[in-house]
């Protein structure tokens, strides 16, 4: 060993990404311990991965990829792993070899070897890393199709339960971890010697991709006295059914240590040797006993680098595991037969990628009824809230089939969902729908009764800030100045509203129309300048909800066209509305509001509203935002398609990021947008 190399290594120091006031490097550390990268030191992705093309299935990398570590560790740099202008969410990043080659030596084994990195912080970590992973079912591969393998096997009613897992063949880590083809036929030997009366269940690999022949089959292993499970399963159910473990270098094994399971190797992994497996074989350079919990720490926190994929840049282990959650969480969500009801035409593309999964594209229904035959084999239904029929409602109850009603979230565009630009958020209702206060809706239930620990408010905090400072809103439109008041006084914001939209129908408004609206605000404020923000639907002649030129002169002191919401809020002392987000908006901003009806954020003490019996709970306007903008919607990032955090497309909007003013490109579209020019240029009405 180059104990040379080894000293310029060690110790360990802060990455610049740490450190204040340098210029930033091209690729950085993403922890306080991990070290500067070198042009030198080899890539491979690391443990935590979102999912994507993989190596194996990219034509090129099946002719360049050999038995070197370097052509897969450069093959992985390259970008062939994962989906073009995608950063991969983790690396392995070693300046010595590679993790899982044990022919030499890498350098996460010569940290676990000698030590000098550890402290009760990094193992806290560690720890909680463990649980988030385990409690979670996060793993090397998360793709929704895998089978639970508890549903696979019948009860063990306290028979010892033995799992032999298998592994592709051609998979570089069986040579690299000093073993061979020959190992799975030992393994197999040895479960049944060592625990004859067990029930004894091969399976491949939970990180394989899904089809690889392996090394053991249904014969092999029936003359064994063992059962092959075909099916592709999930590697905690794996863990969670079985007592012992036989693995030749799987990752698997690592992950049943971590639970606390015994676990046999027969080849070299990079976490045999240290004392927590039972080893069939033994490597010379490992002599340190070592817990399962300080390997984790040397692999998944120190010796790992992590990017976000929104923006590629540099994040720590913690962040990492947030958004693979998020992805995770989106892609169980929907790995079931789905059917959509209700959609335009040119909503149809997006909703499908919204609602996909791996294995599993929705389908449309045509036409504008459902029956019993639409919805054989369907697992959830999906209705465009404001078009779902009370047919059905009635068609999902019968046969059985949960109905989500689904709407646009209250970030959303630059750009009119009328003038067919997309949306890049979204809500799912079980209950109801958001804007319904006619019945109980998920959000209502979630602002209830749901649990705002310390750590999500300050993350609303931060939120709010961000939306405020960022000047964004639902739809961001409106380039506008605001004019000068007419004359002094307080001055009331009454945003119009398209007058046959369902937020009004089913809101609760106390007032009929823009216009009754105007007249009733001009009788509680006498003395105040009324500012009227037309709706930008209306505005732009798409929608009804038009007040006449002689209505406005009697009501309102000034009108604003083309003003975006965030100006219109922010030269408005209070905002009176009947069910309008701007309401909504104006509270993030410290505006009083009034409502006469009951959206989504009135009944809770934050404004002047009617009552809700349903709505008692009184809510800090923290509570409001993490309820409504972080753990009601949907997000989906318009640059890599990925499910996103409120945060990032915010970030988004306030870049002007061309994907969320783009409109699709239909007759529908050219239409409307030649109507809006009449409206407003030949009509004068805009």
């Not at 443990?47 to 070197?68: V, Y």
């Not at 399963?233 to 399971?261: M, N, P």
Request: proline residues 8%.
């Amino acid at each position: 060993m180059d104990h040379g190399k080894l000293k310029r290594l060690w110790p360990r120091t802060l990455s610049e990404a740490e450190l204040p006031a340098r210029r930033r490097s091209r690729r950085l550390g993403s922890d306080p311990t991990s070290r500067r990268v070198r042009l030198t030191d080899r890539w491979d992705e690391g443990f935590l991965r979102l999912a994507g093309p993989r190596l194996a299935e990219s034509p090129l990398a099946k002719t360049l990829l050999t038995k070197s570590p370097l052509t897969k560790s450069l093959l992985a740099r390259s970008g062939l792993a994962r989906p073009r202008g995608r950063r991969n969410l983790s690396y392995i990043v070693d300046g010595l070899g590679i993790y899982y080659d044990a022919t030499a030596p890498s350098e996460l084994e010569v940290m676990i070897e000698e030590g000098g990195w550890e402290s009760e912080e990094i193992l806290a970590r560690a720890r909680r890393g463990i649980d988030r992973l385990r409690g979670r079912r996060l793993s090397l591969d998360n793709d929704p199709r895998r089978r639970d393998l508890a549903d696979l096997l019948a009860p063990a009613n306290g028979t010892t339960r033995v799992v032999i897992v298998d592994q592709p063949r051609g998979d570089p880590s069986i040579g690299f971890g000093l073993a061979g083809p020959v190992g799975f036929s030992g393994m197999l030997a040895a479960a049944a010697a060592e625990h004859p009366e067990a029930e004894r269940i091969v399976v491949m690999d939970p990180a394989a991709p899904p089809g690889r022949p392996g090394h053991i089959d249904a014969a092999a292993a029936a003359a064994a006295g063992a059962r092959l499970v075909a099916d592709p399963v999930a590697a905690w159910s794996v863990i969670e059914a079985s007592h012992r473990l036989y693995v030749l270098t799987s990752h698997v094994g690592f992950e049943a240590a971590l639970a606390g399971r015994a676990v046999s190797c027969f080849g070299m992994p990079f976490y045999a040797g240290w004392g927590f497996t039972e080893d069939r074989l033994h490597l010379a350079r490992r002599t340190r006993r070592r817990a399962p919990e300080e390997v984790f720490a040397a692999a998944y926190l120190v010796c790992s680098r992590y990017f976000e994929p929104y923006g590629g840049e540099p994040c720590r282990f913690e962040e990492a595991l947030d958004i693979l959650d998020l992805v995770v969480a989106r892609e169980r969500e929907n790995a079931v037969a789905t059917l959509c009801l209700g959609f335009s035409g040119w909503k149809r593309p997006w909703i499908g990628r919204t609602l996909a999964a791996p294995g599993f594209v929705p389908a449309f229904a045509r036409g504008g009824g459902v029956g019993p035959a639409d919805l054989d084999g369907i697992g959830r239904a999906v209705a465009w809230a404001s078009r779902t029929s009370d047919e059905a409602v009635a068609a999902c109850r019968a046969a059985g089939v949960p109905l989500l009603r689904m709407e646009d979230g209250f970030v959303r565009s630059v750009g009119l969902g009328v003038a067919l630009r997309p949306g890049a958020s979204h809500v799912l209702d079980s209950a109801g729908i958001y804007y319904d206060s006619t019945g109980p809706s998920d959000l209502e239930r979630l602002l209830e009764a749901g649990d705002f620990p310390p750590a999500l408010l300050a993350r609303a905090a931060r939120l709010r800030a961000s939306i405020v400072a960022a000047r964004v809103s639902k739809y961001n439109v409106g380039a506008g100045a605001v004019p000068p008041m007419p004359r002094p006084g307080p001055v009331v914001l009454v945003p119009g509203q398209v007058e046959n939209d369902a937020s009004i129908r089913l809101g609760g408004a106390t007032v009929a129309g823009n216009a009754a609206l105007l007249r009733r605000v001009r009788e509680r404020h006498p003395d105040a300048v009324i500012v009227f923000k037309p709706h930008p639907d209306v505005e732009a002649g798409l929608r009804p909800g038009w007040v006449a030129p002689e209505e406005l002169a009697r009501s309102a002191d000034l009108v604003l066209r083309d003003v975006s919401a965030a100006d219109a809020i922010e030269a408005a002392d209070r905002v009176e509305t009947m069910t309008s987000l701007i309401g909504f908006e104006a509270l993030l901003r410290g505006k009083p509001v009034t409502t006469h009806g009951l959206p989504f954020y009135a009944g809770w003490g934050l404004t002047e509203s009617p009552p809700c019996p349903r709505r008692t709970r009184r809510l800090t306007l923290d509570e409001l935002v993490a309820g409504a903008l972080i753990a009601y919607p949907r997000y989906v990032d318009p640059r890599t398609g990925l499910p996103c955090p409120p945060e990032v497309l915010v970030r988004r909007l306030a870049e002007g990021d061309p994907d969320l003013s783009r409109r699709v490109h239909s007759a529908e579209a050219v239409m409307k947008q030649v109507w809006s020019l009449v409206w407003r240029r030949v009509l004068g009405r805009g």
